[in-house]
């Protein structure tokens, strides 16, 4: 009798711990990490998702978030999704070119004409192509977002190539630091959650980055002029949906399959209506703050371009492995 009483309570313990086993298997909370403010709209990208994917899992998977790099750094990010530290971000690729330099062409002076276009990579082959690339280091593209940027200064209005020339500039982007001192500015290299305080302590004096980021980063307190990409931008980045292939393959099919389609969802139904509308957030809030407001002409844009292909394109096509294939799938897209 003894016996088979122990015997009970150990078949009794085996199942409750397979069966804890089965619900932490199904069960998972994954680390969202990026480096914009809580707020904004990739903030929000990245919650909008993942409050989806929790609903048609219904619970299963569930999400922490860390915005303004409570978690890791900016560029940090990249590493971390590889080694399986970091589950998702919401991350620039060209922040990653140090180690892909083909990246580079995510944040190309003038090879993306509008947000819907850019969008239009992920079913083209740059865009096949550098999801190849990304997978071949360890993270995984969801989505592909677009961001139109601007250029701001407390020197002068930056409208022309010349203009920038003995300006301090945060250029954002390998090919655009190389095509900005090319024209004559000094370069300083930072993420633009650091703007803010480089423009204070007069490290910089002019950079480029997104018209999100001059929102949230509350850069009209430091700038005198701001060309806004109402109309037309030299200045357009992907910051993809990214996870880690570690975390990817630790889910099940069914979850898999739900990533995939809330990424397809976000990508038909949320992305452009929502980024779309951010260079003319821009200009009301910096208008609304005093600085001199200005919207790039055609005739500037195609100033900038014909910068661009001497310099920025002709060193990426010339130095990086690959360049100029890239470069002409880049191109192509814009068809």
């Known amino acids: 009798m003894k016996r088979r009483a122990v015997l009970s309570a150990i078949l009794g313990l085996v199942t409750v711990a397979f069966l804890c086993t089965t619900v932490d298997a199904k069960s998972i909370t994954l680390k969202v990490s990026h480096q914009f403010a809580k707020g904004d709209v990739r903030d929000e990208m990245t919650r909008v998702f993942g409050a989806k994917v929790t609903e048609m899992t219904n619970g299963d998977v569930k999400f922490r978030y860390y915005p303004a790099s409570a978690l890791f750094k900016a560029k940090e990010q990249w590493d971390a999704m590889r080694m399986g530290t970091l589950d998702i971000s919401l991350f620039p690729l060209d922040y990653a070119s140090g180690k892909v330099p083909q990246f580079s062409v995510s944040l190309m002076p003038c090879v993306v004409q509008n947000v819907a276009q850019g969008l239009t990579w992920s079913d083209k082959p740059i865009g096949k192509k550098l999801e190849a690339m990304m997978l071949e280091n360890g993270v995984r593209n969801l989505a592909w977002a677009w961001f139109s940027g601007g250029i701001g200064s407390n020197v002068r209005q930056i409208k022309l190539p010349e203009d920038v020339k003995g300006v301090k500039l945060r250029a954002a982007g390998k090919k655009f630091e190389f095509m900005m001192a090319e ?13 803010y305080q480089a423009l204070a302590t007069g490290v910089i004096d002019t950079m480029l980055t997104s018209a999100a980021s001059f929102v949230s980063y509350r850069l009209y307190e430091q700038l005198k002029y701001a060309n806004v990409p109402t109309k037309y931008s030299i ?15 630790r889910l099940s099919p069914d979850q898999q399959k739900v990533f ?24 009301d809030e910096y208008t609304k703050a005093g600085v001199d407001v200005h919207e790039m002409t055609k005739e500037e844009f195609m100033a900038w371009q014909a910068f661009a292909k001497k310099t920025a394109w002709k060193d990426f096509a ?7 294939e890239i470069l002409n799938l880049a191109v192509d897209a814009m068809d």
């Open 235 to 249: 200045w357009y980045m992907a910051e993809n949906l990214c996870i880690s292939e570690k975390t990817w393959e």
């Open 260 to 283: 995939l389609e809330v990424a397809e969802w976000m990508h038909k139904e949320w992305i452009l209506q929502n980024f779309d509308a951010l260079a003319k957030e821009m200009y």
């Open 183 to 195: 024209a004559g500015a000094s370069i300083t290299s930072m993420p633009s959650s650091e703007a």
């Open 318 to 324: 010339d130095n990086v492995q690959g360049g100029q």
